[in-house]
């Protein structure tokens, strides 16, 4: 992705930032927070010395224990004693495997009475689809891949402004958003997929690639334009003269002369940096 986007300047709605961001259940945690997007508190610690201190501060039993990395529900457990905590944590950081802890959000049941979280589709400035997912007897975790089943549904506005948030405080443009609805409560963001599952095509009859290649099509024919006729940072005066480029790209440049950057959007501005400036601008064969 790095490739193509910042020495081939193809355009794509996912940015290697994004993906690497999506990727890491913890930065992922740590950009939904600084972009003020409701998601589970969450506990990261690096030795298991302090086991009952860090579940405290997730929140207390049961804990959600996740891999920083993985996905179709596996790595995610629940722990539900302090003996199993102190001795899965102790595991988990003698291999060298890093975990996050999640304070264990209660979801809404479904009519057989298994937890639900939902799955949502975001192309662009849209969700797409959207499906509850019921887990499986016994399990609390609602991934169709461990056999839990899902059912079209509609999210509310809140839920849908959330997922596109979401979506665009990681960097990407085209994600599988799972949000868990708590019984008593609110909606949280669990996690943002850059590569999300084909099931929900399944199940909603949606097929969302369409709405994806249409929302390609319109942005790269823009883009097309935009491309060459990027001014660099420091070069203001053609800047102004410039027909708005990228709309973010803009409004991040403004807010680092405002010294108002959060953490993400300086990551993502140094990749925009890089992908449009001059210098980078002209294509460079290395293949
Ligand atoms: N904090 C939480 N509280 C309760 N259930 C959770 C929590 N986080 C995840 N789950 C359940 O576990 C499933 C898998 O977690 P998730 O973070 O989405 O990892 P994965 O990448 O493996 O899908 C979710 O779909 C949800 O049903
Ligand atoms: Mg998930």
């Known amino acids: 992705m790095r490739h193509l986007n910042e020495n081939l300047n193809v355009y794509s709605p996912q940015t290697a930032i994004g993906l690497l961001v999506a990727h890491d259940k913890l930065w992922t945690s740590q950009v939904l927070s600084a972009a003020n997007v409701r998601t589970p508190l969450t506990v990261f610690a690096v030795r298991s010395n302090h086991v009952a201190f860090a579940i405290e501060k997730a929140g207390g039993l049961p804990v959600v224990a996740k891999q920083l990395t993985g996905s179709q529900g596996a790595g995610v457990s629940i722990l539900e004693t302090p003996l199993a905590a102190n001795t899965t944590l102790e595991s988990f950081h003698k291999a060298n495997i890093p975990m996050?802890?999640?304070?264990?959000?209660?979801?809404?049941?479904?009519?057989?009475?298994?937890?639900?979280?939902?799955?949502?589709?975001?192309?662009?400035?849209?969700?797409?689809?959207?499906?509850?997912?019921?887990?499986s007897q016994g399990d609390f975790r609602a991934n169709l891949s461990k056999g839990g089943y899902g059912r079209t549904i509609d999210l509310s506005s809140d839920e849908t402004s959330m997922c596109i948030k979401a979506t665009k405080a990681v960097g990407l443009e085209f994600a599988g958003v799972d949000l868990i609805r708590e019984k008593m409560g609110h909606t949280y963001v669990t996690e943002v997929n850059g590569n999300p599952g084909t099931g929900i095509i399944d199940i909603t009859k949606k097929n969302h690639f369409i709405d994806l290649v249409k929302y390609i099509e319109t942005k790269s024919k823009k883009n097309e334009k935009v491309l060459t006729s990027l001014p660099?940072?420091?070069?203001?005066?053609?800047?102004?003269?410039?027909?708005?480029?990228?709309?973010?790209?803009?409004?991040?440049?403004?807010?680092?002369?405002?010294?108002?950057?959060?953490?993400?959007?300086?990551?993502?501005?140094?990749?925009?940096?890089?992908?449009?400036?001059?210098?980078?601008?002209?294509?460079?064969?290395?293949?």
């Open 232 to 287: 660099d940072n420091d070069d203001k005066q053609q800047e102004n003269k410039e027909e708005a480029p990228i709309g973010k790209y803009r409004e991040l440049l403004t807010k680092e002369s405002e010294a108002k950057l959060n953490y993400n959007e300086i990551g993502v501005l140094t990749f925009f940096k890089k992908k449009y400036s001059k210098k980078y601008s002209k294509r460079r064969e290395i293949f």
């Open 100 to 135: 996050k802890l999640q304070r264990f959000v209660k979801a809404r049941n479904s009519n057989s009475g298994s937890p639900t979280d939902i799955r949502a589709i975001v192309v662009g400035d849209e969700v797409v689809s959207a499906m509850e997912r019921t887990a």
